[in-house]
């Protein structure tokens, strides 16, 4: 079984700040999420890696296969950025589902 | 709006009861999840159907049961209710089979008291 590890469990920085959330695992895997759960509960799927890095807009998303780990950053924090960000890792061969991490609770304050 | 469409949205009941949760995938994917949120356990994947067959299965109850339609639209059954299945529980939907890109739909919330 896959053992999913974020850090931090609680993060509040101030707007402006450069945020960075992290996410390491034990096992190989196919795929890893990133996803934003704001306080609603709504779930928004923001990235899924399979190597290298993606940006969209200022969340950058980087994974390091080798080294079994993925960071989530946000450049130019607001507080709409304010949320629950869980990452979610796909082992492959479909024949299991996600397995979630225990996710970051991020308060930006302005 | 993610293009995925969960029903009920909040739903109350009592110990023992029955209840079935929709999902209404987006427009042209094929693969269902089901996922349950709970305070002490998080999100746990529970089960996948793609295109009307059951892909993948987690940890879902032997209490709970899921069917995908011919529509492709799914429905979650929650029986024999007990206090620790109050969760939100979502549905996402794919294009593939395999995990791709993942659209969720805004969640039940089952309360049972």
């Known amino acids: 079984k896959n053992e999913v590890e974020q850090s931090p469990q609680n993060l509040t920085a101030q707007e402006g700040e450069f945020i960075t959330i992290n996410c390491s695992y034990s096992?190989?895997?196919?795929?890893l999420h990133w996803l934003q759960q704001h306080p609603g509960g709504g779930i928004v799927s923001l990235f899924m890696?399979?190597?290298g890095k993606k940006k969209h807009g200022r969340l950058i998303a980087t994974i390091n296969i080798q080294e079994k780990h993925s960071s989530l950053h946000i450049t130019a924090s607001h507080p709409r950025d304010s949320a629950v960000y869980i990452c979610?890792?796909?082992?492959?061969?479909?024949?299991?589902?996600?397995?979630f991490g225990k996710g970051t609770h991020l308060i930006i304050q302005p | 709006d993610s293009g995925v469409t969960q029903t009920p949205k909040h739903l109350i009941t009592a110990t023992g009861q029955r209840v079935t949760l929709r999902c209404s995938p987006r427009?042209?994917?094929?693969?269902v999840y089901w996922y349950q949120q709970s305070l002490d356990q998080g999100l746990q994947f529970l089960i996948q159907?793609?295109?009307?067959?059951?892909?993948a299965k987690g940890n879902i109850l032997e209490r709970f049961s899921a069917q995908q339609f011919p529509d492709l639209h799914s429905e979650l059954n929650l029986s024999s209710l007990e206090l620790g299945d109050s969760a939100l529980y979502f549905c996402?939907?794919?294009?593939?089979?395999?995990?791709?890109?993942?659209?969720f739909g805004e969640g039940s919330r089952l309360t049972v008291l």
């Open positions: 996402a939907s794919s294009a593939s089979g395999d995990t791709g890109e993942l659209f």
């Open positions: 890696l399979s190597s």
């Open positions: 096992v190989g895997i196919s795929a």
């Open positions: 427009s042209g994917d094929l693969s």
């Open positions: 159907y793609y295109n009307g067959e059951e892909r």
């Open positions: 979610a890792l796909y082992s492959g061969g479909g024949a299991d589902g996600l397995t």
